[in-house]
């Protein structure tokens, strides 16, 4: 028993040593490493904890802000179990953006994407995924075959909402994406699964930045049931179509018979991708959007106008937005870039460095996760007043440019968003409809990061009495609640 108890207790030592040398390595690297300065914290769990508490989504993390100034730019930490290069240096950032391809996806993030997912595998499967999606999302794309969709959803969800009283900005325009996504994908879907595949969304949750654990109860667990599912049911519905002979939607037309066509399981994974994507992105800037609207009256009455201007131009009969009056909402689109602005603090160029990287004195290992953020956005140098919300700062400016060296909301090289113009566009058919009635935010909405932008109190817009769609079936102070 002596000796049992002698054995446990050398083991214990022997653990407990290892963790304290695995900590002390993990503080200090060796010295020909030559790494960025900076923390890995504790071993697994580095610094995530800090780097994922909530902040006001309007402003830099403090988190980053605590480490420029003690390291400067450029630092090294842990998250995720990862090790992570952040930067705040643009020059870097773009240099990394054009010369690095592979995604900086954490463990958890990879799962639920999938080991065959062609957005992140080579270049080469990368490129035709790109160009697929931009022969439906590119400006030909929206103008020919997704507009009229986008304004037609985004109009009767709006007159829902008017006559309920109020909606939520970040539901409402989710449910706008995905049924206009659904319809190019799939064609028309039979009920149930339309309903079942929109239930699958809720189960996942607001974060994806997560410790990569696959137990049940854990948010991974849950997000990857919800990705099985997800994934049975798109096959099913493809499936079902292609043996009876029905129409698939266009942008399975797009990818089955095009010149390099992919499997359908590849078609599938890519497809879920799409709406993932999408769906994880647009409406949470939208309802951030919305928000900094609501708190500016000199910029919602000036969207008033605007808007106001072009339905007056319209007929009776004409009901749809043009591509014409799209790209005439100069003040609207001064809006969006603004917003992209401001809401862009969490980082827009995100690489895995596939070589060994020379930063001044310094060197980036291979196989690091790079997180480059846009604190260019936030240069005093660059905007005056960086942190107010101030869209006239845009007048005169090129309205339609996705990136610069001041502006990549967006990322920028190969990874750049291709999904961008597509983001602009329903952020801007949005505003058109909801232009059209007297509305304010709820009281109380605030908005947080995490990474992912989060809405604590809901983000729900109010619609006064006198709005323009009949109102008469009464308001429910708490529609938007249950």
């Not at 953020?373 to 140098?381: E, L, M």
């Amino acid at each position: 028993m002596v000796e049992v108890y002698e054995l446990l207790t050398v083991m214990v030592s022997l653990i407990v040593v290892k963790l304290f040398h695995w900590i002390y390595q993990s503080k200090n690297p060796k010295p020909n490493e030559k790494l960025p300065p900076g923390s890995m914290g504790f071993p697994i769990i580095g610094e995530t904890f800090e780097f994922m508490k909530p902040h006001d989504a309007f402003q830099f993390p403090t988190f980053i802000k605590e480490r420029i100034i003690r390291y400067g730019p450029i630092f090294r930490t842990s998250l995720f179990g990862a090790k992570v290069i952040i930067s705040t240096d643009i020059e870097l950032n773009m240099e990394i953006a054009k010369t690095n391809h592979a995604p900086g996806l954490t463990k958890s993030i990879a799962q639920l994407f999938g080991e065959n997912n062609l957005f992140f595998q080579s270049k080469e499967s990368h490129k035709h995924v790109r160009n697929l999606t931009f022969q439906l999302l590119g400006s030909q794309g929206l103008k020919l075959s997704v507009m009229q969709d986008i304004d037609l959803l985004t109009r009767t969800h709006m007159e829902e909402g008017a006559r309920r009283g109020c909606l939520d900005v970040k539901e409402i325009s989710s449910k706008i994406l995905i049924e206009c996504l659904a319809k190019k994908v799939t064609g028309d879907m039979e009920p149930e699964a339309a309903k079942e595949l929109a239930l699958c969304w809720r189960c996942f949750p607001s974060g994806w930045f997560r410790f990569p654990l696959n137990l049940p109860g854990t948010g991974v667990y849950k997000m990857m049931k919800a990705r099985k599912r997800m994934l049975h049911l798109l096959k099913e519905t493809i499936l079902k179509k292609r043996a009876s002979g029905e129409e698939l939607g266009e942008f399975f037309k797009i990818i089955f018979e095009g010149a390099e066509t992919m499997s359908v399981d590849n078609a599938i994974e890519y497809i879920y991708t799409l709406f993932l994507l999408a769906n994880e992105t647009t409406p949470r800037i939208l309802a951030a959007t919305i928000k900094l609207i609501s708190d500016n009256p000199k910029v919602m009455k000036e969207l008033h106008r605007e808007h106001e201007g072009i339905v007056r131009g319209k007929t009776e009969k004409e009901t749809s937005i043009t591509w014409e009056e799209y790209k005439s909402m100069t003040f609207t689109q001064m809006v969006i870039n603004e917003s992209l602005r401001i809401t862009s603090t969490a980082p827009t160029v995100f690489r895995i460095i596939d070589h060994e990287f020379q930063v001044g004195s310094y060197k980036i290992p291979a196989g690091w996760i790079f997180m480059g953020y846009p604190n260019n956005h936030f240069n005093p140098k660059t905007y005056d007043d960086p942190l107010v919300f101030n869209p006239w700062r845009w007048e005169g400016k090129d309205l339609g440019a996705i990136v610069s060296r001041t502006y990549i909301p967006f990322g920028a090289g190969s990874r750049q968003c291709v999904g961008a113009e597509f983001a602009k566009l329903q952020m801007a058919i949005f505003i058109h409809h909801l232009s059209r009635y007297r509305w304010s935010m709820k009281i109380g909405t605030t908005i947080l990061r995490n990474f992912v932008l989060m809405f604590p109190n809901g983000c729900e817009v109010q619609f006064l009495k006198d709005t323009e769609v009949d109102n008469s079936s009464g308001s429910n102070p708490d529609c938007c609640n249950g």
